[in-house]
């Protein structure tokens, strides 16, 4: 094969990829998730300090990008360290959803 058959071969590949594009797009959902985390503890430790008890949500809420992150690299790629950090997430998400469920439960004037 010589050098433009090869060219080709990649360009055919790539096509409608742009890979400057997708490095981007992964460093922005990066940057989303991290000011999501940070947002999310500052709202925490405010509510907590203001009498307003714990909001467990808020973390199900954040954790959530995690978790389906990884679900969808699992599925895509079947790597085995997805698949645990999915699972890892989920059960994460699933306690701070109980949670907050719980508390708006116990703390509910009509139930």
Do not use: P
């Not at 307003?52 to 978790?67: E, K, P, R």
């Amino acid at each position: 094969m010589n050098k433009e058959e090869i060219l080709e071969k990649s360009r055919a590949e790539n096509r409608n990829k742009d890979i400057y594009e997708k490095e981007v797009l992964k460093q922005a959902s990066t940057s989303a998730v991290i000011i999501m985390m940070v947002l999310a503890t500052i709202f925490f430790v405010v509510q907590i300090f203001v009498g307003g008890g714990t909001n467990w949500g808020i973390w199900a809420l954040v954790f959530s990008a995690n978790m389906t992150t990884f679900w969808v690299k699992y599925i895509k790629l079947r790597r085995k360290h997805e698949l645990v950090m999915a699972i890892a997430y989920t059960i994460f998400v699933s306690a701070c959803s109980i949670g907050h469920i719980y508390d708006l439960i116990v703390s509910s004037t009509i139930l």
